[in-house]
Each structure stands twice: as structure tokens, then as C-alpha cells.
């Protein structure tokens, strides 16, 4: 059963509850109304009879004269002399009574309430009202007198109404049964839209599909807004999803690929060490050769040399996915507060070590005096390092530098550099796993993951990065990061 059909029943029905409750209220009071009427005229005619003109020493004068006037049509009148027979069978009656042949009933003599008492009754297709009234003298019950107004054409006015009622009940509830139908079904029409695009949804994967709005700002309205939202909120995780797995291939392919060839070089380098050093037939492929001792040390020399640097990349590649790893994995470093100051200075000491062509500069780094941070110091030093790494492999000559600056309440550390740059194309990339600019790529070593995992600590430490950067003036990177308030407990430091 559709939902349109169960709102349209329980709509019927509650109508028709109302409907029922309505007519019988207007049957009752309509009923009571005619039933107090009828009663007042009966009540007044039974009043104009002079009962005491009935009655005499011998009970109920059977043969006097009844009241005249009376509509012999509507009323008629029932004399019963208990003072001539307790049983109730001395009765007089007006004409119209004999000649309809009706008789009311007669209670019995010890029966009679001494009270007048109305009831209803029924002989020949015809219906009375009757007022019974007792007639006592000193005390003692001589007889009935019992009124009876004719209630035919009311009776016929009332069952009219009560036709009329369920007539009228019944032609409304059919009629607003149709218009329930009529109206539910425009009103869930959205809802019909909603289940189509969502089975078209489901058939075809379409979450640019959208449910149109219609102008009344009701509930089907705000219902179509908020799936519009969420299919909005679906299509953006499924493009994120998509965009999120081709980018774990591209890693998995580009760690792979980057895996692979330090494990060719050192493998090839292992094939020439066995051919040089194993004893005749225990090389596979061994051939004679004419090859001093000497020349078989310097090859042994190189191919260790060149098994050592490939190891060595290697293992920085490993540590390099493993950080991502934690990344990925929702990693949370442990923060202290600590003198930024000491950081960088230990970072630029460092620094001094690393391989290098160009000139490495150092401040000014005023700007961190006094200055604390929240962070993590083994992160915070990786991150330094990876820029300055950067700084001295893409700058064959000339200086790299680092220096501080603050603005407001964030201080800033900055890696400036006069090497190759990059184009601008590029910029918005560097962050990206596995990405280097084309114009740097095949000419300088690395894993393409530095610079990821410096924007991922940055973002741990609620900082960020700039980057500023020209093809041939060099680049400039500054981690910026919020200032915090120098522990009470701290030592200054200088």
C-alpha cells in the first residue's frame, strides 16, 4: 500500500470519525429539541383536562363530558378507572382511539408511579408520545389519565434528518477522499522525484543528478535541500575517494619505480663483485678476463661505493614513506613548549655538514628571541632540514639562507635560496608526493617526498608553508608558525 493511499485512508477516517461524531451530535440535539417540544404541548393539553370533573364518590366518572377542542387527529385520550376494576380493564377512550382501535397499555394497580411518566409507543404503523398521570383522591388511586399526542409526521422529520445526515456524510467523505487522493499525490510528488533520482542514483552512479526545488519553503522542500546537500557532500567524498585512490597507485607505482632502481644498481653491483672475487665455476657467467689486480680493486672499490650510496637512498626512501605512513594513519606528535631560537640554531650548526656547493648564510635570527613554541623538536628540525636540503640540491652556485621574521603573534623561518627556481605551473604542486618540477627532474637526486612530509608537519604544528619561487632567481620558503607564551618556569634564553 503506497504512502499516498495510507494518508488518504487515515485522512478519510478520521474524517469520517468526525463526520459521525458531528451528525450524531446534530441528530441528538435536533432529537432533544423535538422531544422537549412535543412534551411541553402534550404536558399542556394533559393540563387543560379537568380531572376533577372526572372523579366522583364512586371513583372515575367514565360518562362525563371530555375536554373539547382537542385535534382529534393529533391527540387522543385513555381513561382507567381502578376504583371499578384494579386490574385495568374499565377503560374509556376519546372516539378517534375506538376507531383506530387503539388501546395503551395499562400498568398495574400496584405498578402505577405517583408521578407523571412519559413513553412511547407504537400500534398500526403509527407512533404516540403518551404522558400517563395518576389520578388520586384522599389518598387513594382512582384511575389513569394517559394523553397521547400523535408523533408520526416528527418521527418522519427525524428519520428525513438522519437520512440527510449520512447522505451528506457519506457524499463528503467520498468527496474528500478524491480530493485526499488528489492533493496527496501532488504533495508527495517531490517525494516521487526524490525516489526516481535516487534509483537513478543507484542505477546509473549520477551524484551530479539533482532533485528540483520547488518555491514553498515546507517540509518536502527542506527535505529535497538536504538531499541535494547530501548528494552534493557524496559526489565531493566520491571525486575525493577516486582522487584519493589514483593518488595511493600513483604512490605505490612511483615508490615502487623509485625502490626498484637503487635495487637494479645494487644487484647489478653484486653480479660484478661475484664474477671478480668468487673462485673459478662458483660465478655464474664467469668469464676470463685480462683485467690487472689493480683495476679489479678500483671496480671492487666503485661498486661498494655505489652499493653504500644506493643503500643510503634507500633508507631514506623507506624512512621518507614511513612518515608519510604516519600521516596517513592520523599520527600525533608529542608537543612541549620550546625556545624556537635553539631549534634553528641547531638546525643551521647542522646544516654546515650537509653537501653542498653553494654558500650558507645564517640570520639574522633576532626575531626568535624569547620566542616559544608548541611543538615536537626532532619534527620541527626534520622540517629545517628538508628545507635546506632542498636549498643546497637545487642550487649549484651561489648562497642559501636562513633568516626569522615576525608578524603579529606568528613567527616565521625563512629558507631562501639563488638556485635554479621553478616555473610557476609548478608551484602549486611541490607538496604533492612523488612530484618534482620537470626542470629540476633527472638532474639532481631525491625521493619527490621531501616536501610532503614538511607540509604535513607543518600542519601538525598548526603552521604553514609559503612558498615564493622565479626560474633562475631561486626559491624562498617560510614556515610560519603561532607564538606561544614563555613557560614561567623557563631559563632565558639568548
Request: charged residues 25%; glycine residues 8%; contains cysteine.
Amino acid at each position: 500500500m503506497s504512502i499516498r493511499l495510507r494518508l488518504t485512508l487515515w485522512y478519510s477516517g478520521l474524517l469520517a470519525a468526525a463526520l459521525v461524531a458531528f451528525g450524531v451530535a446534530i441528530y441528538g440535539v435536533v432529537y432533544k429539541i423535538t422531544m422537549s417540544s412535543l412534551r411541553n404541548d402534550l404536558n399542556q393539553v394533559a393540563y387543560r383536562v379537568d380531572v376533577n370533573a372526572l372523579m366522583s364518590s364512586n371513583g372515575i366518572n367514565l360518562n362525563a363530558n371530555l375536554p373539547q377542542g382537542f385535534d382529534a387527529s393529533i391527540y387522543g385520550i385513555q381513561l382507567v378507572n381502578f376504583a371499578q376494576d384494579r386490574n385495568g380493564r374499565s377503560i374509556e377512550k376519546t372516539p378517534n382511539l375506538y376507531r383506530l382501535d387503539i388501546t395503551f397499555p395499562v400498568p398495574k394497580y400496584n405498578q402505577v408511579e405517583p408521578q407523571d411518566r412519559y413513553f412511547s409507543y407504537k400500534a398500526g404503523g403509527a407512533s404516540f408520545l403518551v404522558i400517563e398521570r395518576p389520578l388520586i383522591a384522599n389518598h387513594t388511586l382512582l384511575g389513569l389519565l394517559q394523553v397521547a399526542m400523535y408523533t408520526g409526521r416528527e418521527q418522519q422529520l427525524l428519520l428525513q434528518l438522519q437520512t440527510i445526515l449520512w447522505m451528506t456524510g457519506l457524499l463528503g467523505l467520498l468527496t474528500a477522499f478524491l480530493l485526499g487522493m488528489f492533493l496527496s499525490r501532488k504533495a508527495l510528488r517531490p517525494i516521487g522525484r526524490v525516489t526516481a533520482a535516487a534509483e537513478q542514483i543507484q542505477s546509473g552512479m549520477e551524484l551530479g543528478l539533482r532533485i528540483p526545488r520547488e518555491k514553498p519553503n515546507d517540509e518536502i522542500g527542506r527535505l529535497t535541500d538536504t538531499l541535494n546537500g547530501m548528494l552534493a557532500r557524496i559526489e565531493k567524498a566520491y571525486k575525493e575517494l577516486e582522487e584519493s585512490n589514483a593518488a595511493q597507485r600513483r604512490f605505490v607505482s612511483d615508490a615502487s619505480h623509485e625502490l626498484r632502481t637503487p635495487l637494479t644498481t645494487i644487484r647489478g653491483n653484486v653480479d660484478l663483485l661475484q664474477k671478480i672475487w668468487l673462485p673459478d665455476g662458483e660465478a655464474e657467467g664467469r668469464r676470463e678476463s685480462a683485467v690487472s689486480p689493480d683495476d679489479c680493486h678500483q671496480m671492487s672499490v666503485e661498486a661498494v661505493r655505489d652499493i653504500s650510496d644506493e643503500a643510503r637512498r634507500m633508507s631514506a626512501l623507506v624512512n621518507d614513506l614511513l612518515s608519510l605512513a604516519r600521516a596517513d594513519t592520523g599520527y600525533r606528535m608529542d608537543m612541549e613548549p620550546l625556545p624556537l631560537r635553539q631549534v634553528a640554531e641547531e638546525a643551521a650548526r647542522r646544516a654546515q655538514f650537509l653537501p653542498r656547493k653553494a654558500e650558507w648564510i645564517i640570520g639574522p635570527l633576532e626575531a626568535l628571541d624569547k620566542v616559544w613554541v608548541l611543538g615536537s623538536r626532532d619534527y620541527l628540525l626534520q622540517l629545517l632540514f628538508i628545507l635546506i636540503e632542498n636549498g643546497f640540491k637545487y642550487t649549484p652556485a651561489g648562497e642559501v639562507r636562513l633568516y626569522a621574521s615576525r608578524l603579529g603573534d606568528m613567527v616565521g623561518l625563512t629558507v631562501e635560496d639563488t638556485g635554479i627556481g621553478m616555473n610557476p605551473e609548478d608551484v602549486p604542486h611541490i607538496f604533492e608526493r612523488f612530484y618534482r618540477a620537470d626542470r629540476s627532474r633527472g638532474q639532481t637526486s631525491g625521493t619527490g617526498l621531501g616536501l610532503s612530509i614538511a607540509k604535513w608537519i607543518s600542519d601538525m604544528h598548526k603552521g604553514r608553508l609559503e612558498v615564493e619561487s622565479m626560474p633562475g632567481r631561486g626559491s624562498k620558503f617560510t614556515f610560519w608558525l603561532p607564538v606561544r607564551s614563555q613557560p614561567v618556569a623557563a631559563p632565558e634564553v639568548s
